[in-house]
């Protein structure tokens, strides 16, 4: 005989679709950290936490969110658990070697800001300084410069999400930014060890261009 339908599943994933909050605290408190444990079993953090990342996109975003294919045909968190295995083969089939390091630390293009720093040495207090400020970050504001960034969403595709308005994003956006900027500029102050307008007319160069960089990449993406 075939299995029974997954009604609460099917209901589940359907009030996911249309954004009801509820669902989506399930989605993210319950279902999708057990699917999160099954991945870590197959690679590194760093590496389940971008797919997650994609995962919970494909589960809920574009034209045919895989959410509103599930049939209750078996258990949700099994289809989430696919979707997710899959996301994860494709990332392993396409990934080149790199360093184990959050993808953020690539971003924005560091070698537009690195021009304000003219030796060597300075150019790696940088890219330190900025790897640095990246782990501070909080997980939300890692998460939103990702979905923004590297996923190229808008503001009006995250919003959905984090089942909060536009306005929210937008302002938790500006913050996640900010407080990169910040962070950045005062890891790079105590490894350069420079003082006096030496040290600020430096600072003040990098900054511009972080502002400028970033900026130009969150509004690209808004306007999308």
Request: glycine share 4%; charged share 30%.
């Amino acid at each position: 005989m075939p299995s029974p339908l997954d009604t609460e599943g099917l209901a589940l994933a359907a009030d996911c679709v249309r954004q009801v909050p509820s669902a989506l605290r399930v989605l993210d408190e319950q279902l999708l950290p057990d699917v999160r444990r099954t991945l870590l079993k197959r690679a590194p953090a760093v590496l389940i936490d971008d797919v997650m990342q994609k995962t919970r996109v494909r589960l809920l975003l574009g034209d045919s969110p895989a959410l509103s294919r599930y049939a209750g045909k078996g258990p949700l968190l099994g289809f989430l658990r696919t979707v997710a295995l899959n996301l994860l083969a494709h990332h392993e089939a396409a990934e080149k070697p790199v360093e184990s390091e959050d993808v953020l630390a690539t971003l924005p293009d560091t070698a537009e800001m690195e021009a304000g720093l003219l030796r060597a040495d300075q150019q790696q207090h940088f890219r330190d300084a900025f790897r640095e400020a990246v782990a501070k970050l909080t997980a939300r504001q890692r998460a939103l410069l990702r979905l923004s960034l590297l996923d190229e969403l808008s503001i009006d595709e995250i919003a959905p999400l984090y089942a909060v308005n536009r306005s929210s994003i937008a302002r938790w956006l500006a913050e996640a930014r900010e407080t990169l900027a910040q962070t950045t500029r005062a890891e790079l102050k105590t490894r350069l060890k420079l003082e006096g307008e030496a040290l600020e007319h430096l600072l003040r160069s990098v900054q511009n261009r972080f502002d400028l960089s970033l900026a130009s990449a969150l509004k690209a993406s808004a306007a999308r």
